[in-house]
């Protein structure tokens, strides 16, 4: 197998748009704090919070490894379609299991889309349990 192509790194302010339209092109639905200034404000409290694979300049993968100071969460794992299939995603979750182990996490989760069964397949092969007694609430406040 040739080496990869790509790169990973800690995404920069300055890849804020192009990290916006990577999930546009993978089909992840946004969400509220989708916008330039949600992932400015995640920059500014974590600056390692979001990783980001490279690859002749432009952007094929992105993950949000969140440390909370008690647990870490993995959030916003994408993938551009022309680039699946390559191992960017399973870096990328490695890439942030490593990083938050540093950080002291013991336990991680990761937050899935319940329409997406690829994904479940996927996290079930990187190791991850499906945890069926939980269900999360959400509500949006007004800003």
């Known amino acids: 197998m040739p080496a990869p192509d790509w790169t990973l790194r800690t995404a920069r302010s300055a890849d804020i748009p192009a990290i916006l339209s990577l999930w546009s092109a993978a089909g992840v639905p946004p969400g509220v704090s989708d916008t330039p200034g949600g992932l400015a404000t995640l920059l500014d409290r974590d600056r390692e919070a979001l990783l980001v694979a490279e690859s002749r300049g432009g952007l094929v993968g992105s993950l949000i490894a969140a440390w909370d100071g008690w647990r870490g969460s993995f959030y916003r794992l994408a993938v551009h379609p022309d680039r699946r299939r390559e191992g960017i995603a399973t870096a990328l979750i490695g890439e942030g ?3 938050l182990g540093e950080r002291g996490a013991v336990r ?3 937050i899935v889309a319940e329409d997406e069964p690829l994904a479940f397949d996927f996290w079930q092969a990187a190791g991850y349990e499906r945890q069926p007694n ?5 509500r949006h ?3």
């Not at 939980?134 to 959400?138: N, S, W």
């Open 97 to 99: 299991e490593r990083r």
């Open 108 to 110: 991680l989760t990761a």
């Open 141 to 143: 406040l007004e800003r």
């Open 134 to 138: 939980r269900v999360r609430f959400i």
